[in-house]
């Protein structure tokens, strides 16, 4: 039940894209296409963004998107805008029905 | 509409037990597995158990095994977070969760804050 791996802060200029990454193991990221993307704002309950590495639910605007090369998922988001400023959370099944959250990546639009 | 409500937080002394209750509606609880996540302050995500659709299977974060219990009744539509020896280490606000097939996390409550404190 190890935690995965995520870069503490990322930044970006409205208009541009950043990438988020998410290293785990061959035990998790790297033997399930379950890895899924949170937003979360201040004060706020988590927020689905990406499940199943790429999917996005309904409702979720598609400058969001997401891939997996390995032990390592990423989250895209393209077009910054004000609003995408949160903490982000990736998460991936681990085996023997439990799952791991990655630490947490604080986004800032500059 | 997916709602998920939890209740049940408050400050409680170490190696006192709480009780946290997450009632459902607008979907067929009785389908999904469901799960609790917690978030200690200012800290990040951590998953805490998962309970099958009829609640014969569970599972739990190695850091809560013997002490915490999910448990749900479908009946009313609700899901349980019995929580025993609880230590300074367990503040944190704990949601409850839909997850469908253990894939993912795609309705979350607005938590409910535990306090372990002295």
């Known amino acids: 039940q190890s935690a995965l791996t995520q870069p503490a802060s990322v930044s970006g200029s409205p208009g541009q894209s950043i990438t988020i990454s998410c290293t785990g193991t061959s035990s998790d990221v790297g033997s399930y296409n379950l890895v899924s993307w949170y937003q979360q704002h201040p004060g706020k309950a988590p927020k689905l963004m990406i499940y199943e590495v790429s999917k996005r639910p309904s409702g979720v605007s598609n400058r969001f998107s997401g891939s997996k090369s390995g032990n390592t998922a990423s989250l895209t988001i393209s077009g910054l805008q004000a609003e995408d400023e949160a903490d982000y959370y990736c998460c991936s099944y681990a085996g023997s029905s439990t799952q791991g959250f990655g630490g947490g990546t604080k986004l800032t639009v500059l | 509409e997916v709602q998920l409500v939890e209740s049940g937080g408050g400050l409680v002394q170490p190696g006192g037990s709480l009780r946290l209750s997450c009632a459902a509606s607008g979907f067929t609880f009785s389908s999904y597995w469901m799960s609790w996540v917690r978030q200690a302050p200012g800290k990040g995500l951590e998953w805490v158990a998962n309970?099958?659709?009829?609640?014969?299977?569970?599972y739990y974060v190695d850091s809560v095994k013997g002490r915490f219990t999910i448990s749900r009744d479908n009946a009313k539509n609700s899901l349980y977070l019995q929580m025993n020896s609880l230590r300074a280490e367990d503040t944190a606000v704990y949601y409850c969760?839909?997850?469908?097939?253990?894939?993912?996390?795609?309705?979350w409550g607005q938590g409910t804050l535990v306090t372990v404190s002295s």
């Open positions: 969760a839909r997850a469908p097939l253990l894939r993912h996390f795609d309705y």
């Open positions: 309970i099958k659709q009829d609640g014969s299977e569970k």
